[in-house]
């Protein structure tokens, strides 16, 4: 069975800081890894995914995230976060691209000014 | 760009009636699915719809939900007679091979 983990329930950054949001992965044979964003009442909007290829793919809102097979992660990272990017985010794991996706717990980021 | 719509954004019906949530997917997607989050809790998947049939479902959809692809454009989760535990915030999602999930901005439903 697949399964997503998410360490950090909720993370504070400076508005221009850098951010990194941990996922965790566990399945068996190669996954097929989203990132998502939600804003609050609204719906889940994809910032970015991996199915093949290059490890660092590139997203949505300056958004980028790395698959390393070797520690089952697929970390979410922004060079500069905005206000604007305060949201809750899900890591998600699915068996093929168009299959069921399992998701993590979430991330909530609160970005001070 | 292309939506993927869901009606009614908020929905509150008494426990034990029946209730159908729209969706209309993107026009050129092949697959469907109905995610829930109660709140508070991760999203959570209920079921994935395939060439006018159920590919995948959950242990949570049991006998009380089902759904159907009525025209070739709507979508619809109904759940036959709703509990309490019912509410949560119901996700539509569609995608062709490649593009990752569309989701809609959920209907909101409240069971009292």
């Known amino acids: 069975a697949q399964s997503v983990t998410q360490p950090d329930i909720h993370i504070t950054v400076s508005e221009g800081a850098s951010l990194e949001l941990r996922c965790n992965y566990s399945?068996?044979?190669?996954?097929?890894l989203f990132w998502y964003v939600q804003s609050p009442g609204q719906g889940l909007q994809l910032l970015l995914k991996?199915?093949?290829?290059?490890?660092l793919v590139q997203g949505i809102k300056g958004f980028e995230a790395e698959f390393k097979r070797s520690q089952s992660s697929f970390n979410l990272r922004k060079p500069s976060v905005h206000w604007s990017d305060a949201a809750e985010y899900f890591c998600a794991v699915g068996e093929y691209d168009a299959g069921k996706s399992t998701f993590g717990d979430g991330t909530t980021l609160t970005v001070k000014p | 760009e292309p939506e993927v719509t869901q009606t009614p954004s908020h929905q509150v019906t008494q426990m034990g009636q029946e209730v159908i949530l729209r969706c209309v997917p993107i026009?050129?997607?092949?697959?469907f699915y109905w995610y829930r989050q109660i709140l508070g809790q991760k999203v959570e998947f209920l079921v994935s719809f395939y060439n006018n049939e159920i590919s995948e479902k959950s242990e949570i959809f049991d006998d009380q939900f089902s759904v159907e692809r009525p025209d070739g454009s709507n979508f619809t989760l109904k759940i036959r007679s709703t509990k309490l535990e019912d509410s949560a915030m119901y996700f539509c999602?569609?995608?062709?091979?490649?593009?990752?999930?569309?989701f809609g901005s959920g209907t909101r439903l409240t069971v009292v």
């Open positions: 026009s050129n997607h092949l697959y």
């Open positions: 999602a569609s995608s062709i091979v490649g593009s990752g999930y569309t």
């Open positions: 991996y199915f093949s290829g290059d490890t």
């Open positions: 399945y068996g044979a190669t996954p097929y």
